[in-house]
């Protein structure tokens, strides 16, 4: 099958059915390298003319992006699809997404090089906030005027005066610019989702990596939803009394919410709550008590016993790290970033005041924290594009701080894979008071990137 070639995309356009029986025939792999000596930015299959799909057909097309987006450097994956076709597609590899999905092929132009008509005002909506910054983010970068709505009552309100946007974009994926995990970080607690029978399979299916690596950043408040458990036996019950043992080492708090045990042992919750476990109704008995959270941990975290050394490994990589965050900021603040002083130490702010964080930790082939330390006003500057407007709302601008360093960890993962280097990354932990970040820190030392935005200061400590 060949590809139509225009405004630097190189489109496959496949009819019919599409499954593990014909999906190769649709497209070879002479077919993709006949398509890439063209010199295209972007190889796309449109699913506009394909009548079905299943998973086994759209991984031979998947298979073929990997090659292409590692030897190439190119965004590949699919568009021109409806709410099903979306929704089957993010079913079926929810778990490992590092290809795009744009709404239609005038969307996918938006991301090109050789799209040349640049100021287009485009309305965004995506339920997941780190693919929402992204997308905000990169067309910005692109020249282009997008308007966010934060909820979907909002999305649905704006769309009546559609005449006010060229383009309107809600069901778009740019694959590795967020991370996709089983967790999400509400009021600094990061929440797990638990379903089903815990037995031993609860070992290979619960990320301990990550969850170590939540706790490294300075996480200390853990709720497991566990409201779709339908009872727990031994192994489980062993499992989550040696993860609060582990956890209680950084001073961190485990919850269950919603657990019913009329089906499970009557001595499991004794047991568990021995080993420090804490229980309750609903999540909201949690959030929605500000002096409860900060009591749990939500909003505190105590120094990390165990000091890690920086690595030469980290120490060679520094400036992809460097580069994925200056570049961002810069475009986020329209201002160009001065390095000022790069120093292997202890973190040191002096002299400085209204400073707001957010961190995030990595793991895979090299293990770290990732570190930014804003004064308020460049906190305000740099997350107004993913608000909509300047605010002083302290809770908007942290959300944001959140994503904004996500969406770092994400470019950051993309780099160093070129460099066959493959990590994975947590979700994002921000402080609005200096000294709870110090007190994780504690006597850590790492690379501390002094730099220098106009007349304000912002701080990068890369750290293990």
Same mark, same amino acid.
């Given at each position: 099958?060949?590809?139509?070639?225009?405004?630097?995309?190189?489109?496959?356009?496949?009819?019919?059915?599409?499954?593990?029986?014909?999906?190769?025939?649709?497209?070879? &792999?002479?077919?993709?390298?006949? %398509?890439?000596?063209?010199?295209?930015?972007? @190889?796309?299959?449109?699913?506009?003319? &394909?009548? *079905? =799909?299943?998973?086994?057909?759209?991984?031979?097309?998947?298979?073929?992006?990997?090659?292409?987006?590692?030897?190439?450097?190119?965004?590949?994956?699919?568009?021109?699809?409806?709410?099903?076709? *979306?929704?089957?597609?993010?079913?079926?590899?929810?778990?490992?997404?590092?290809?795009?999905? =744009?709404?239609?092929?005038?969307?996918?132009?938006?991301?090109?090089?050789?799209?040349?008509?640049?100021?287009?005002?485009?309305?965004?909506?995506?339920?997941?906030?780190?693919?929402?910054?992204?997308?905000?983010?990169?067309?910005?970068?692109?020249?282009?005027?997008?308007?966010?709505? !934060?909820?979907?009552?909002?999305?649905?309100? +704006?769309?009546?005066?559609?005449?006010?946007?060229?383009?309107?974009?809600?069901?778009?994926?740019?694959?590795?610019?967020?991370?996709? @995990?089983?967790?999400?970080?509400?009021?600094?607690?990061?929440?797990?989702?638990?379903?089903?029978?815990?037995?031993?399979?609860? %070992?290979?299916?619960?990320?301990?990596?990550?969850?170590?690596?939540?706790?490294?950043?300075?996480?200390?408040?853990?709720? *497991?939803?566990?409201?779709?458990?339908?009872?727990?036996?031994?192994?489980?019950?062993?499992?989550?009394?040696?993860?609060?043992?582990?956890?209680?080492?950084?001073?961190?708090?485990?919850? =269950?919410?919603?657990?019913?045990?009329?089906?499970?042992?009557?001595?499991?919750?004794?047991?568990?709550?021995?080993?420090?476990?804490?229980?309750?109704?609903?999540?909201?008995?949690?959030?929605?008590?500000?002096?409860?959270?900060?009591?749990?941990?939500?909003?505190?975290?105590?120094?990390?016993?165990?000091?890690?050394?920086?690595?030469? !490994?980290?120490?060679?990589?520094?400036?992809? =790290?460097?580069?994925?965050?200056?570049?961002?900021?810069?475009?986020?603040?329209?201002?160009?970033?001065?390095?000022?002083? &790069?120093?292997?130490?202890?973190?040191?702010?002096?002299?400085?005041?209204?400073?707001?964080?957010?961190?995030?930790?990595?793991?895979?082939?090299?293990?770290?924290?990732?570190?930014?330390?804003?004064?308020?006003?460049?906190?305000?500057?740099?997350?107004?594009?993913?608000?909509?407007?300047?605010?002083?709302?302290?809770?908007?601008?942290?959300?944001?701080?959140?994503?904004?360093?996500?969406?770092?960890?994400?470019?950051? +993962?993309?780099?160093?894979?070129?460099? +066959?280097?493959?990590?994975?990354? %947590?979700?994002?932990?921000?402080?609005?008071?200096?000294?709870?970040?110090?007190? &994780?820190?504690?006597?850590?030392?790492? @690379? !501390?990137?002094?730099?220098?935005?106009?007349?304000?200061?912002?701080?990068?400590?890369?750290?293990?």
């Amino acid at each position: 099958m060949r590809a139509s070639i225009k405004d630097s995309i190189a489109l496959f356009n496949p009819q019919g059915f599409l499954d593990g029986n014909n999906a190769s025939s649709l497209l070879s &792999v002479s077919d993709m390298e006949a %398509t890439l000596r063209l010199k295209v930015d972007m @190889v796309l299959v449109s699913l506009k003319k &394909v009548i *079905f =799909f299943n998973k086994n057909g759209l991984e031979m097309f998947i298979r073929l992006f990997e090659k292409v987006r590692k030897e190439h450097r190119i965004m590949v994956g699919f568009c021109d699809y409806d709410d099903k076709k *979306f929704n089957a597609i993010k079913r079926f590899f929810e778990k490992e997404m590092n290809f795009f999905l =744009f709404d239609t092929y005038e969307v996918a132009k938006l991301f090109t090089n050789g799209f040349n008509e640049k100021e287009k005002t485009i309305l965004l909506y995506s339920q997941d906030k780190s693919q929402r910054a992204a997308i905000a983010i990169e067309l910005h970068n692109r020249g282009h005027n997008p308007i966010i709505a !934060q909820t979907k009552a909002d999305f649905e309100k +704006k769309k009546e005066s559609k005449d006010s946007f060229d383009i309107i974009i809600e069901k778009t994926y740019l694959g590795d610019m967020g991370e996709q @995990v089983a967790a999400r970080v509400t009021a600094n607690a990061v929440i797990y989702t638990l379903s089903g029978f815990l037995d031993n399979e609860i %070992t290979s299916k619960f990320n301990i990596t990550y969850h170590n690596n939540s706790l490294n950043i300075g996480f200390r408040l853990f709720i *497991f939803d566990a409201f779709k458990v339908s009872s727990m036996n031994i192994h489980g019950l062993n499992f989550f009394a040696k993860l609060a043992s582990s956890s209680a080492e950084y001073n961190a708090t485990l919850c =269950f919410v919603g657990f019913d045990f009329s089906n499970t042992p009557s001595t499991f919750k004794d047991d568990l709550e021995d080993a420090g476990i804490l229980f309750y109704d609903k999540i909201e008995e949690i959030l929605g008590d500000k002096e409860l959270l900060a009591e749990l941990g939500g909003s505190s975290a105590a120094a990390i016993q165990q000091k890690k050394a920086i690595t030469k !490994q980290i120490v060679s990589q520094l400036p992809t =790290f460097v580069n994925a965050i200056v570049e961002t900021l810069e475009m986020m603040t329209n201002a160009e970033a001065v390095k000022e002083e &790069v120093k292997i130490k202890e973190l040191t702010l002096m002299g400085q005041k209204n400073l707001l964080a957010s961190s995030i930790g990595f793991y895979g082939d090299m293990d770290g924290m990732i570190v930014l330390i804003f004064p308020k006003n460049i906190a305000q500057e740099s997350c107004s594009l993913l608000i909509g407007e300047k605010t002083d709302d302290l809770e908007l601008i942290l959300d944001s701080l959140g994503e904004l360093v996500n969406i770092v960890g994400g470019k950051l +993962k993309t780099l160093l894979s070129d460099a +066959k280097i493959y990590i994975q990354i %947590t979700l994002p932990r921000t402080y609005d008071k200096i000294e709870d970040l110090l007190e &994780v820190i504690g006597q850590r030392k790492g @690379v !501390q990137v002094d730099l220098k935005f106009g007349s304000e200061h912002f701080t990068f400590f890369l750290t293990r």
